[in-house]
């Protein structure tokens, strides 16, 4: 697929994204919320919390996760820091390693805005009080982590076991975090849509940059 290709699937996908955002803001948006807040797809959304309810051991479960989401982006870092040193420019560094630094930049650049960006409060009141929660933003960064590791990995791990071993524990993090999210109780429903939908924006996009010659 050639590279412009590419970005148009990344714009697609980034227009589904808006839309189901817009959509989020004005269809069936009711008071259903702690302390009166709003949020739109409330009967689905509002069934869902319902049926999950908020618990503790999974919204633990999931913290500990989004730790451990972490852990590629200290490798990789080292990694670049380690061409850098060795190489002495930054220029010499590999384009991958830059582009996936640049990816990260942004990605928390979107971790942060959405923070500050009330679309709509989390279903449940924990210590912070009223929390931002569209879209989720731990799916987000567990998704975007993740599969970029995976893409590195595929590239950079020579022997097939050792290979196969770090993605299948890499797709395992990020799955398992999505999941322990929902099943947590604290985001509703929507929210995970949301950020599985950014997530695919965003990994789209860079492996258009850093794979977009390729066949």
Same mark, same amino acid.
């Given at each position: ?12 996908? +980034? ?18 919320? $702690? ?7 409330? @009967? +689905?959304?509002?069934?869902? @919390? ?7 051991? /999974? ?12 852990? *590629? ?19 010499? !560094? ?28 989390? $279903? ?10 569209? $879209? ?23 022997? *097939? ?13 990020? !799955? ?11 985001? /509703? ?27």
């Amino acid at each position: 697929m050639k590279a412009t290709n590419k970005y148009v699937i990344g714009g697609i996908i +980034l227009a589904v994204f808006l839309v189901f955002t817009i959509l989020v803001m004005t269809v069936d948006v009711k008071a259903i919320g $702690p302390e009166g807040t709003e949020v739109g797809f409330a @009967a +689905l959304n509002g069934a869902v @919390a319902k049926s999950l309810g908020y618990k503790d051991a /999974w919204y633990k479960i999931s913290k500990v996760l989004g730790i451990i989401t972490f852990l *590629p982006v200290f490798c990789f870092a080292a990694l670049g820091v380690y061409q850098l040193i060795k190489r002495r420019s930054i220029l010499k !560094v590999d384009r991958d390693i830059l582009i996936l630094g640049g990816f990260y930049i942004v990605v928390m650049l979107c971790f942060v805005a959405f923070e500050l960006l009330k679309i709509n409060y989390r $279903p449940v009141v924990l210590d912070d009080g009223l929390e931002a929660s569209y $879209p989720s933003t731990h799916t987000m960064l567990a998704l975007c982590i993740m599969v970029t590791a995976i893409l590195q990995i595929s590239k950079r791990v020579a022997q *097939p076991v050792v290979k196969n071993v770090l993605m299948a524990a890499c797709a395992l993090i990020a !799955v398992l975090l999505v999941i322990t999210r929902m099943l947590s109780g604290v985001h /509703w429903f929507t929210d995970i849509i949301g950020g599985l939908l950014i997530s695919a924006t965003l990994i789209w996009f860079y492996y258009a940059l850093t794979m977009g010659n390729e066949e």
